[in-house]
């Protein structure tokens, strides 16, 4: 299977490397993002582009891929929602219809969030902007689309969130977030579930399209 990441330095990003550079079932693995990943593995080649919203220096890369996993995601905070709308809904669709262009049977897997909104109607803000993201992707042409919506991640392996707030926010709660893992595991994934689960269900056999942290976690174990 080849896969194509997006926002590979992300915390979500750097699990799901992990997992694919790891499995025997992907063959090649095409990082796109504006800085290295720093994954320099034999089967992962990278693309690095300035600007995500025009990945024209890069069209020729853009094929053959069985699926998309799309990892890129902003904090909302000090965010109107304007800014946040280009930064999360008109990039990811914008990267999904310039993928589909040339891969008519691509599997698109979208990490938003647990409290995601799909009525886009709520009073969140990040959430009305991810639930009209989902409800977009949902209904493109994929072989299949799937929105993954962890809450709390446990993070493994050493493996920390690039954005600064959220980092802040790991460390703090971090013996919380071990807690809640303790009491009910269902409650927070770790980072090493997030990643399998995405890449079981990149075959776009899965049936159900929303996924929460117990979906998460049991794909994973299967």
């Known amino acids: 299977m080849k896969i194509v990441v997006f926002g590979a330095t992300g915390m979500i990003g750097q699990a799901v490397m992990k997992e694919a550079i790891r499995s025997q079932e992907i063959s090649s693995i095409t990082v796109i993002g504006r800085s ?10 990278e693309l690095i582009v300035p600007d995500l919203f025009d990945l024209s220096s890069i069209e020729s890369d853009l094929t053959p891929f069985d699926a998309c996993l799309f990892c890129v995601g902003v904090s909302a905070a000090f965010l109107d929602e304007e800014t946040y709308t280009h930064l999360t809904y008109d990039l990811t669709i914008k990267v999904a219809e310039t993928l589909l262009k040339s891969n008519p049977s ?9 409290g995601t909104d799909s009525t886009e109607a709520g009073r969140t803000m990040w959430a009305r902007v991810k639930g009209k993201t989902e409800n977009k992707l949902l209904i493109m042409n994929f072989k299949a689309a799937y929105m993954f919506r962890p809450g709390a991640i446990l993070p493994l392996e050493g493996i920390r969130s690039k954005t600064k707030i959220y980092d802040l926010l790991y460390q703090i709660f971090g013996p919380f977030i071990h807690l809640l893992r303790w009491i009910n595991p269902a409650w927070c994934p770790t980072t090493k579930e997030v990643g399998r689960a995405m890449l079981a ?13 117990t979906d998460i976690i049991e794909l994973a174990q299967r």
Not at 38 to 45: A, C, H, S, T, Y
Not at 106 to 114: A, D, K, R, S
Not at 205 to 213: M, P, V
């Open 36 to 45: 290295p990943s720093m994954f320099l593995e034999q089967k992962v080649k």
């Open 106 to 114: 691509l599997t698109f897997i979208y990490v938003t969030g647990q």
């Open 201 to 213: 269900v990149a075959d776009g056999s899965f049936e159900r399209r929303i996924l929460n942290s």
